[in-house]
């Protein structure tokens, strides 16, 4: 595997259900991001792990949940969920985040709440 | 406040009609600005990183330049490959907390 990998890459649950997104990056990169991207917005940034620390939780809600167990890895846990929470989610890394440093993007999952 | 504007929001062109996509930015000390190309259903796939003004970087029929307020993507003679939603993106000083655009989606008809 090369680059950034994402899975699964569709998913659909209901609001009830517990779910997980994965992704890994091969590049040996330190930072890693979760975007959200739904139809007609910009991506939006959700959460920032540097070095497998959380650096930023650009205020989303505490149903999503994210976990860094080392910086190839992350994943975001998902519970209850709304509709409105059906998008594009992206996982990104580079090589830190001070600023200036390009961000690879993996395919994304296309995630579908009934 | 730190915003990114992108335009036109749509574009379409003929095979070979070449032009430019827009970014302008405002955001405080500017720590490089980023292309990126994105095709339906997919990530964005990086492009292009331009860090200071009057730089200018190449990749086949893509273009892009750098002002102290702007950055255009120039396309020469597109192919109708080149169809995609093409996005610019900015970090906010100090973080790599990037700002994106809300992208070009642009058309090349045969």
């Known amino acids: 595997e090369t680059g950034v990998t994402q899975t699964p890459r569709h998913l659909v649950m209901g609001m009830t259900n517990k779910k997980s997104l994965k992704c890994e990056q091969h590049?040996?990169?330190?930072?890693m991001y979760w975007y959200k991207q739904s139809a007609k917005k910009p991506l939006e940034l959700m959460f920032v792990y540097n070095f497998k620390e959380q650096t930023e939780n650009n205020s989303v809600p505490s149903r999503f949940s994210p976990e860094c167990p080392n910086s190839s890895h992350l994943f975001l846990h998902l519970h209850t969920l709304q509709p409105e929470d059906s998008a594009l989610y992206l996982c990104a890394s580079s090589q830190e985040t001070s600023g200036g440093y390009e961000q690879f993007f993996g395919p994304g999952t296309r995630l579908t709440v009934l | 406040e730190d915003q990114v504007t992108q335009s036109p929001e749509a574009l379409r062109l003929q095979e070979g009609e070449s032009s430019s996509l827009n970014c302008s930015y405002t955001v405080s000390g500017l720590r490089g600005l980023f292309w990126y190309r994105q095709d339906p259903g997919k990530g964005p796939e990086f492009l292009f990183t331009l860090y200071s003004a009057g730089e200018e970087k190449e990749k086949e029929r893509l273009k892009a330049t750098l002002t102290k307020k702007e950055s255009f993507l120039h396309i020469t003679a597109p192919k109708p490959e080149d169809s995609a939603t093409y996005l610019c993106a900015v970090p906010l000083w100090g973080y790599n907390k990037l700002i994106f655009g809300a992208g070009t989606r642009l058309a090349v008809h045969p």
């Open positions: 590049l040996g990169h330190n930072a």
